[in-house]
């Protein structure tokens, strides 16, 4: 099927999972959306959070997407229930892929979790990864300076590593052998972090695990497309923030280019309940 693909971040992070979808589904067209003037999501309350995935999700049908990728691990981890229940296209988190993973790679049921405070103290993957090992123990750690280190490009600087000093004591003492990247940013800082839990750790990037499980759920709905790619993949912002081309190039792996800011108050606006035709009409915004 021809349709595109949307997915949608808090920013402009989750071209960490647009990178491994263009990887993984080359031929797949893809339409991104990033909340770049409403992030950060981590620090967000619940209701806040499901407000603004509605929202992005609503923006994306517009473009009449085939299945919705939620990008943000914080969205996947307060808003799935709310779009999942909302929209009659498949919906595809990052938390249960990456969940999934962990389960598969773990040998002694000790994992580790590393997201944003929102992500962890909804404990959304220790749910996911206990349902499928209820043996698991989970460890939770929320790392809220690590997105600015990453915006800011400070992948292997002191300060980062300092900084994952002070967040990842917990994981070593409880001897996780399984660590969750849980943020859109954290696969950036995959070599600093295994530099500091040792190679006997394995780093789990959701995005990566995401892409998969994309994949499956389009075969498995035949939704994959067979033909060539039907058009250019788009990217839609809703504000262009200062080094924001710098930021994303290194998000994507390459040159970022294609990106409009839509004026999002306006579409907001505009917006009544029920207009698009998959979403159905008991959302309120
Ligand atoms: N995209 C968010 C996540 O993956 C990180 C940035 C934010 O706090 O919005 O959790």
């Known amino acids: 099927m021809k349709k595109p693909i949307g997915i949608f971040d808090s920013g402009i992070g989750g071209l960490t999972v647009v990178k491994?979808?263009?990887?993984?589904l080359p031929n797949e067209q893809l339409i991104y959306f990033g909340d770049t003037a409403r992030i950060p999501y981590g620090t967000k309350s619940k209701r806040l959070i499901e407000r603004?995935?509605?929202?992005?999700?609503?923006?994306l049908l517009q473009?009449?997407?085939?299945?919705?990728?939620?990008?943000?691990?914080?969205?996947?981890?307060l808003a799935m229930d709310v779009l999942l229940n909302s929209l009659d296209v498949p919906v595809i988190g990052v938390v249960i892929p990456g969940a999934e993973a962990a389960v598969k790679l773990t040998c002694n049921n000790k994992i580790g979790v590393i997201g944003t405070i929102a992500t962890i103290n909804s404990k959304s993957y220790t749910l996911q990864i206990q349902k499928r090992l209820s043996e698991a123990q989970v460890f939770g750690q929320a790392c809220p300076l690590l997105v600015p280190l990453v915006e800011e490009g400070w992948l292997d600087d002191e300060v980062t590593i300092l900084t994952l000093?002070?967040?990842?004591?917990?994981?070593?003492?409880?001897?996780?052998?399984?660590?969750?990247?849980?943020?859109?940013?954290?696969?950036?800082?995959?070599k600093t972090i295994q530099k500091i839990m040792g190679d006997h750790v394995r780093l789990i990037d959701s995005g990566k695990e995401t892409a998969k499980a994309v994949k499956q759920v389009l075969i498995e709905n035949n939704l994959i497309n067979r033909s060539d790619k039907p058009g250019p993949d788009k990217f839609f912002v809703s504000d262009i923030p200062m080094k924001?081309?710098?930021?994303?190039?290194?998000?994507l792996g390459k040159t970022l280019d294609n990106v409009e800011r839509v004026d999002f108050e306006r579409f907001l606006v505009k917006l009544e309940p029920g207009?698009?035709?998959?979403?159905?009409?008991?959302i309120e915004v």
């Open 275 to 282: 207009r698009m035709n998959n979403l159905r009409s008991n």
């Open 165 to 190: 000093k002070k967040y990842l004591p917990e994981m070593i003492k409880e001897q996780v052998d399984t660590l969750i990247l849980g943020c859109t940013h954290y696969p950036l800082l995959e």
């Open 244 to 251: 924001f081309e710098e930021i994303g190039s290194r998000f």
């Open 63 to 77: 473009y009449d997407i085939k299945a919705l990728v939620v990008a943000c691990n914080t969205a996947s981890s």
């Open 20 to 24: 491994q979808l263009m990887h993984l």
């Open 52 to 59: 603004y995935a509605v929202e992005d999700a609503k923006f």
